[in-house]
């Protein structure tokens, strides 16, 4: 039993050690997952604010080199809006190089709201801006009220001044999409600006694309037109990704934060960071997104599980070591309580023993009772037959003893051709009959080469309380009776 307990809690305790090691290692994996997140969020902000200051710097140097001129802010002075062409046509050969440069529109406000010129549509002017919001302005720190449709747009805001006075606004628009562009030019990955459909253009969805991300966002169709010049292979993969990631990362996109995640296609591995875009109200609009070969996730994994394999091995092989250590404990233990010839327990068994079974019985109210046995003449065996003859009898002896006791019972060899048996939950009756029972099944054997052996015994029940020194004394003047009493019968001593 205590073996049993032995090998059960080592296994019990090996699983425990391994799960709680492939808990930490689980933790380390995942905090260098969350670390390097954190580090490809920071990149793709890093990325996004070099973009944005390189078009805020060509903006504001226009501004103060091209706008900021007499002929300029004298015809916005007018608030004429008829005057317009004389700006436009002053400016149109610049405004062709900005949208080289990916800008979508130069916009003249009056400072009551008045659209004095719309370089892109040139032919509409005195509208009063409608369907205001104070939203974004991207790179620099002045905030006006902007035309929602600017919502998937960078802008770049500037006052006019003529003779100290304010007579205009200029508003430089920058498409996300060309935003996209100028960081795959620059970064050598590939960007996508996907818009919430609660941002998208006064004009309608018709200039957009549903994303595979989600039924909530939505890609400018002129993205795909500047990409499919360059590599139709990028549409594919992208498509492919955003399919793949569609519902693993629902939950992610309804928590409007920026994040990433791993996936693989093609067999190829991509990292997908996602980095929210944000107005000045804080209002979530859209996510810029890059897509990036990058091993690094499916690295930390495959470290996780070699780590965890080898784990698994070295606690594998320390269980198997303490398991064969403790086998050989239990070995020494079992042979230093055994006797060597007939393979029962020996005299130093008894204490452990009788112990373990007295607690219990006084536990359970169950009596224990003793049998002390001796084989009759045995000497005579030895001198006639010789000591291997004298060996044969006491294990034959123990072999008949042993199929007629129950698996609880102990077989103890006291001495020389003497043995105690120590009975469980066995009253003294109960004693009796079964040592009348060994008797009679000892009688019946015919030993090889001698014939008839027989045994005399000694019953009696232990006290409750009582020293089992005691108990046996009394069981050995009971065999002593037995002997007296012309052998191979049954004596009892009560108390």
């Not at 892109?120 to 801006?129: A, E, L, M, R, Y």
């Not at 802008?155 to 003529?162: K, Q």
């Not at 006075?165 to 996907?194: A, E, H, M, Q, W």
């Not at 015994?457 to 069981?475: H, S, Y």
């Amino acid at each position: 039993m205590k073996k049993i307990k032995e090998e059960i809690a080592l296994i019990v305790g090996s699983f425990i050690t391994y799960a709680i090691l492939i808990t930490f290692l689980h933790i380390d994996r995942k905090n260098k997952e969350y670390i390097y997140s954190l580090g490809k969020i920071d990149q793709i902000e890093s990325e996004f604010l070099v973009i944005s200051e390189r078009f805020e710097n060509l903006s504001e140097f226009f501004t103060n080199s091209r706008l900021r001129k007499p002929d300029i802010t004298t015809t916005l002075a007018t608030e004429d809006v008829s005057k317009r062409y004389i700006i436009f046509n002053g400016i149109y050969e610049d405004f062709k190089l900005l949208k080289n440069y990916g800008y979508d529109d130069i916009i003249f406000i009056l400072p009551d709201g008045i659209l004095f010129l719309d370089m892109k549509k040139p032919q509409i002017s005195g509208k009063k801006f409608i369907d205001i919001d104070n939203i974004v302005v991207v790179s620099n720190t002045l905030k006006n009220s902007v035309d929602k449709r600017f919502y998937d747009s960078m802008i770049y805001s500037y006052p006019l001044f003529h003779n100290n006075n304010l007579v205009s606004y200029v508003y430089f628009t920058v498409p996300f999409y060309t935003v996209g562009k100028n960081l795959s030019d620059i970064f050598r990955n590939f960007y996508v600006f996907y818009i919430h459909r609660d941002f998208i253009s006064l004009n309608g969805s018709k200039g957009y694309i549903q994303s595979e991300l989600s039924d909530e966002y939505f890609v400018d169709r002129k993205f795909y037109n500047l990409s499919l010049k360059k590599k139709e292979e990028n549409i594919d993969i992208i498509t492919k990704i955003n399919i793949e990631l569609k519902s693993k990362i629902s939950e992610r996109l309804q928590k409007i934060d920026s994040f990433c995640v791993p996936v693989k296609i093609e067999n190829k591995p991509y990292i997908v960071t996602f980095y929210s875009i944000k107005d000045i109200s804080d209002r979530h609009i859209g996510y810029l997104v890059s897509y990036t070969l990058d091993n690094t996730f499916f690295e930390f994994e495959r470290t996780f599980y070699i780590t965890a394999g080898l784990l698994g091995i070295i606690v594998i092989l320390i269980t198997y070591s303490v398991y064969q250590i403790l086998k050989l404990k239990a070995a020494a233990e079992e042979k230093a309580i055994t006797d060597k010839l007939t393979g029962t327990f020996n005299r130093m068994a008894i204490e452990p023993i009788i112990n373990a079974e007295l607690d219990r019985s006084k536990r359970n109210n169950k009596p224990v009772s003793l049998i002390l046995f001796d084989i009759d003449f045995f000497k005579k065996i030895n001198d006639r037959y010789g000591h291997d003859k004298g060996d044969y009898v006491l294990k034959k002896v123990t072999e008949i003893i042993k199929r007629s006791i129950r698996k609880s019972d102990y077989l103890i060899r006291w001495g020389g051709e003497e043995f105690l048996l120590i009975l469980p939950e066995t009253d003294i009756e109960g004693a009796k009959k079964l040592a009348e029972k060994l008797r009679t099944a000892v009688e019946s054997y015919s030993f090889k080469d001698i014939g008839k052996v027989t045994i005399s015994l000694g019953v009696t029940q232990i006290k409750t309380g009582e020293p089992l020194d005691n108990a046996i004394k009394r069981a050995d003047e009971a065999l002593y009776a037995a002997k007296n009493r012309g052998r191979n019968r049954v004596e009892f001593n009560y108390y």
